[in-house]
């Protein structure tokens, strides 16, 4: 069972940043936090992850909180391309099989 | 980040028969590549954990002789579904993980499975 909970929709302005939260509060200590998405009809793709300390990449920013126990991904400027299925996802080690939730549609509008 | 390929995109076939899918690490080695399915309006479910030069993990309720795993190399692991119906019709994904060290897991583009 995934251990994560998520909001099952949200809707977003393009342009605007897209706060997506996600609730782990049974991570152990050396479980990640990892976040996909998937466009529709595709394969999902890696965004970021992270264990303890908040992250960037281009794509997105990645805040968890001290106590680990939920983080929220970040899109700072939604762009239509960005609507996607999104999936919270944590997983202890390498080579460890990534369990699905059911993840937030997240839908990006004019 | 890495690239993982499936082949092919999509197919179309007939009950009772079977029906290979490919999926290849292009630019990496994976030791450990995990096969999932996806219904539609579903998340993906994982089926198996395939290793390379063994045999592969199934997840329980998934039957592996009807889902044959082969990770013949490095960068290649199959699925075949065998004896085909249409409730196998699904989108099969595969993923692959980077050799020591990387914690992420790259998916490839998918499989559209269609049987008539």
């Known amino acids: 069972d995934a251990k994560t909970t998520q909001p099952p929709s949200m809707d977003c302005a393009e342009g605007r940043a897209a706060n997506l939260p996600c609730n782990h509060s049974?991570?152990?200590?050396?479980?990640?936090v990892y976040w996909y998405r998937q466009i529709h009809s595709q394969g999902p793709q890696y965004i970021i992850h992270g264990l303890k300390n908040n992250e960037t990449n281009e794509m997105a920013s990645l805040i968890i909180t001290e106590d680990r126990k939920s983080s929220t991904l970040i899109l700072p400027h939604a762009t239509l391309r960005d609507t996607a299925v999104y999936y919270c996802?944590?997983?202890?080690?390498?080579?460890?099989?990534?369990?699905f939730g059911t993840g937030t549609r997240l839908l990006v509008s004019p | 980040g890495a690239v993982v390929s499936q082949h092919p995109s999509w197919v179309i076939c007939k009950s009772g028969t079977s029906v290979k899918i490919e999926c290849r690490s292009l630019?990496?080695?994976?030791?450990?590549m995990f096969w999932y399915r996806q219904f539609p309006k579903q998340s993906l479910m994982l089926m198996a954990t395939s290793n390379e030069g063994s045999k592969a993990t199934y997840e329980q309720g998934v039957e592996k002789d009807k889902f044959l795993i082969n990770h013949a190399s490095l960068t290649l692991s199959t699925l075949t579904v065998t004896s085909a119906h249409p409730e196998d019709s699904s989108f099969y994904i595969c993923?692959?993980?980077?050799?020591?060290?990387?914690?992420?897991?790259?998916f490839g583009p998918g499989t559209r499975l269609t049987v008539t």
């Open positions: 630019d990496f080695q994976a030791t450990t």
């Open positions: 996802i944590v997983r202890n080690t390498g080579f460890q099989k990534l369990v």
């Open positions: 049974t991570i152990s200590g050396n479980e990640y």
């Open positions: 993923s692959a993980e980077p050799g020591q060290g990387a914690r992420t897991q790259y």
